[in-house]
């Protein structure tokens, strides 16, 4: 277990977190700390764990029956799996982007304009079209849309629909967002664009990126996180996990011994 | 989750030697090859032609049905009509000429000896059968006439009325000698003509095949499957979306789908039954009518509602709930703004089937006292009412000729009534229609 640095600015931190699928345990004894400067990776071989690991995050576990998570997770020093934690809330404080670009399949406005509608943070349609506008812009997709805001969402590119994604996550000014392998169905251009847009993002946002690319996750994070079997093995700042890492497993994965 | 991945490096045993060819190379273009090739092309050529062939048969199987029905019933819609001279200053007729500019001019003529008079005419025209020649829907049609233009009262004047079962299924060349020679004879005379029976389609049930009309068992049909889908496809779609939804998996779960499952199985019969056993005899519900029948329908179109609602829920993608879920969205949200929606057009498919066969059930409906004889047209629910398929059960029952060409007639209202409804259904299903 890599020790626990201390990070300024902490958003979101995990402790001792283990994650049940009935008798299977998924994650083991895993403590990790996201903050807002710093784009955090996680990254490790399938099935080590790490999604599973950021969908505690935002409780989207939940929905699973049989996962049971113990230990302590908060947002802002708030338990999120207390009592007084409202998980509807806690979704539209801490985004998430899938791997598969999902749009609903309505008008790109209604794709951004929904959260806000049913979160009530627009008021009136002046409101809610400047929300719709912003996000676009901050998702990079403005430029390339504002002219059929009301055409399907999912008649965009694979490319277009992710970075759709990711800016109907933003149009709920969320705190945290998550990005579970945002790039796996993604050409090399659409992912340099959606890279470059998680650089844009980093400062405004605590970003948790899951990836299976080391390069993205070099060339995104600020912070990574190395998974194995369920467990956190080392954590520290990317150039570190890279360059230098303390252990032989790291070191294997990265060099791509396995993987 | 956590896979035994093991630490396995790539690029494994180096050095090994190339494993060494053990069968001689494939030999593509040889003699076995090539009856191999000319055999699955055989086969692909029989399944085509398997699949035409059964697709052929049941285009020719719908066509022989809509040939046949369209050919009986056709004649169902128009009438033998015969041109009757009535002079109304030399019979008797009983009414005050001043009652019949007011508007209770139907009563008035109601209440005078209009057949007599009708009876009179044709006797006085056609011989002593004339009166047998016309039909007792003649005094509507004479009625209608006078109301139009009273100033006939003080003469004679040919009123156009339609001719008796007897006449109308010899001049249609299906009637017995005597009746054929009277045609022969009223034809001769320049009386007889064809016209369009409208009465058909606006009156109900009765004695005589020249009276009848589909319009009661269709408005029954109507409020009857009104009642059905009021009924079934809310508690259908809510009961699918609480079972893929909300529900728990657990035995109970488990056992309440076998159930359903099963229900959807039940011969129709036995929710007749359910339907008499609990709606009558426990609710003291009014026999025979369409709010009972409806109810009787509904029991038995929910299963096949719920069933189809609850593929057409597993049916959309879990990627759509989780990027409503993941921005926010309640349960409840989810369920109303992204999974019904997409589900709708499944729902409304297993929507059509239930209501189909709903429509042209009978066997459960005999049950509630459907098979009644109504000669009106129900009002609401909860008058005694008939609907389409029982109808033509009872005609089909009837002894007289006329009643034949009324029941085929009877069919076509049913199997337009069933067209009309699909196409709704479809309209609707394609809008909601979308892609994802």
Redesign the interface.
């Known amino acids: 277990m890599a020790d626990m640095q201390h990070i300024p600015n902490v958003k979101m931190s995990a402790q001792g977190v283990n994650v049940l699928?009935g008798e299977?345990?998924?994650?083991r004894d895993v403590s990790i700390e996201v903050d807002l400067e710093n784009v955090t990776a996680l990254i490790g071989?399938?099935?080590?764990?790490k999604s599973?690991f950021l969908r505690t995050l935002?409780r989207?576990n939940d929905?699973v029956?049989g996962a049971r998570v113990e230990g302590r997770i908060t947002l802002d020093g708030d338990d999120i799996y207390g009592a007084d934690m409202d998980v509807?809330?806690?979704?539209?404080?801490v985004?998430?982007?899938?791997q598969?670009p999902?749009?609903?399949?309505k008008s790109i406005y209604e794709n951004v304009a929904?959260?806000p509608r049913?979160?009530g943070l627009a008021h009136g349609k002046a409101d809610l079209d400047e929300i719709v506008e912003k996000s676009l812009r901050r998702a990079g997709l403005w430029d390339e849309v504002k002219d059929r805001l009301h055409e399907?969402g999912?008649a965009l590119s694979g490319g277009q629909q992710q970075r759709l994604?990711i800016g109907?996550?933003i149009?709920?000014e969320p705190e945290v967002i998550l990005m579970d392998e945002p790039c796996s169905a993604l050409d090399p251009i659409a992912t340099a664009r959606i890279e470059e847009l998680i650089l844009d993002l980093r400062g405004n946002y605590a970003i948790v990126i899951v990836t299976h690319n080391m390069q993205q996750a070099a060339r995104v994070s600020q912070h990574t996180a190395f998974f194995h079997?369920?467990r956190l093995v080392e954590q520290g700042p990317t150039t570190e996990i890279f360059t230098n890492p303390r252990e032989e497993?790291t070191k294997?994965y990265i060099t791509?011994?396995?993987g | 989750?956590?896979?035994?991945?093991a630490?396995?490096?790539?690029g494994a045993t180096p050095g090994a030697a190339p494993a060494p060819r053990i069968a001689a190379p494939t030999d593509w273009r040889g003699e076995a090859m090539r009856r191999r090739i000319a055999r699955r092309y055989a086969a692909e050529r029989r399944f085509r032609l398997m699949g035409l062939a059964a697709v052929l048969l049941s285009a020719g199987f719908l066509a022989f049905l809509l040939v046949t029905m369209v050919g009986n019933g056709a004649r169902g819609f128009t009438r033998t009509q015969i041109a009757l001279p009535i002079d109304f200053q030399r019979s008797a007729i009983l009414i005050d000429p001043a009652l019949l500019t007011g508007g209770n001019a139907e009563q008035a003529l109601a209440g005078a000896n209009l057949p007599a008079v009708i009876d009179k005419a044709a006797e006085t025209a056609f011989g002593e059968n004339g009166a047998r020649m016309i039909s007792p829907a003649a005094q509507t049609a004479v009625r209608k006439a006078i109301i139009a233009d009273p100033a006939i009262l003080t003469g004679t004047a040919t009123i156009t009325v339609p001719a008796s079962e007897g006449i109308d299924v010899a001049a249609k060349g299906q009637g017995s000698a005597a009746n054929e020679a009277a045609v022969a004879r009223l034809q001769q005379a320049g009386a007889l003509s064809t016209g369009l029976n409208l009465r058909f389609l606006t009156a109900s049930d009765g004695t005589d095949p020249t009276l009848v009309g589909i319009w009661g068992a269709l408005k029954g049909s109507l409020l009857t499957m009104a009642v059905t889908l009021a009924l079934s496809f809310p508690v259908g779609v809510f009961a699918a979306l609480y079972l893929e939804e909300y529900a728990?998996?657990n035995r109970w779960t488990d056992l309440i789908e076998v159930s359903i499952n099963n229900l959807a199985a039940v011969p129709s019969i036995i929710f007749g039954l359910l339907g008499l056993a609990i709606f009558l005899n426990l609710m003291h519900l009014p026999r025979s009518a369409p709010l009972v029948g409806g109810m009787t329908l509904a029991l038995m179109t929910m299963p096949v509602i719920v069933i189809a609602g609850r593929n057409a829920i597993k049916a959309v993608?879990p990627?759509?709930?989780?990027?409503?879920?993941?921005?926010?969205?309640?349960p409840v949200?989810v369920v109303f703004?992204?999974v019904l929606p997409?589900a709708l057009p499944g729902i409304l498919t297993g929507t059509i089937i239930g209501m189909a066969r709903a429509l042209g059930e009978t066997a459960p409906l005999l049950m509630i006292g459907m098979r009644a004889f109504v000669a009106s047209p129900p009002h609401g629910v909860m008058d005694p009412a008939s609907v389409l398929p029982v109808q033509i059960f009872l005609w089909s029952d009837e002894v007289g000729h006329g009643f034949i060409e009324k029941t085929s007639a009877a069919i076509i209202v049913l199997l337009a009534f069933l067209l009309t409804m699909n196409s709704i259904a479809i309209y609707l299903r394609n809008k909601f229609e979308?892609?994802?």
């Open positions: 699928y299977k345990q998924a994650i071989p399938s099935g080590c764990g599973t935002n989207m929905t029956s509807v809330q806690l979704r539209a404080r985004g998430m982007v899938f598969k999902n749009p609903f399949p929904y959260g049913i979160h399907s999912t994604c109907r996550a149009a709920v079997l369920g497993r294997d791509g011994r396995y | 989750m956590t896979g035994q991945a630490l396995t490096p790539h728990p998996r993608p990627s759509i709930r989780d990027a409503a879920l993941g921005i926010g969205a309640s949200q703004h992204h997409l979308k892609k994802w």
